[in-house]
C-alpha cells in the first residue's frame, strides 16, 4: 500500500514563499502523474499542478508565473512564490500508478 507524505505547509505573509514536498513511503517503479491540488472549505478540490513521468507540466491559470512544479523519484514538490490571500487551502499531493494516491493534505495559510 502506497502512503504519501507531505511536509511543509505553514502560515506566511503575502508575496511570501513556501516549498511543498510530497513522499512516497515506498520505491514506486513508475508514476505516470504526480500533482498537486487544493481545496477550500464548501470549495470542490482543484488542481493546482500536475508533472508527467516524461516531464511535462500543467498548472492552474491563477499560480502560473508562481509556481513550480518538480519531482525527484518519488518526491514532488512545489514551489509557491509571491504567495496570495487566495492561496490558503490545504493542499493535496497526488500520484498516479495504476490508481491514484492521495497525502493527508498540508494546510497553507497566506495572512498579513
Known amino acids: 500500500q502506497v502512503q504519501l507524505v507531505e511536509s511543509g505547509g505553514g502560515l506566511v505573509q503575502p508575496g511570501e514563499s513556501l516549498r511543498l514536498s510530497c513522499a512516497a513511503s515506498?520505491?514506486?517503479?513508475?508514476?505516470?502523474?504526480m500533482g498537486w491540488y487544493r481545496q477550500v472549505p464548501g470549495k470542490e478540490r482543484e488542481l493546482v499542478a500536475t508533472?508527467?513521468?516524461?516531464?511535462k507540466t500543467d498548472f492552474a491559470d491563477s499560480v502560473k508565473g508562481r509556481f513550480t512544479i518538480s519531482n525527484a523519484e518519488t518526491t514532488v514538490y512545489l514551489q509557491m512564490n509571491s504567495l496570495k490571500p487566495e492561496d490558503t487551502a490545504v493542499y493535496y499531493c497526488?500520484?498516479?500508478?495504476?490508481?491514484?494516491?492521495w497525502g493527508q493534505g498540508t494546510q497553507v495559510t497566506v495572512s498579513s
Open positions: 497526488y500520484m498516479h500508478v495504476d490508481i491514484g494516491y
Open positions: 515506498i520505491h514506486i517503479f513508475r508514476i505516470n502523474v
Open positions: 508533472i508527467t513521468s516524461s516531464g
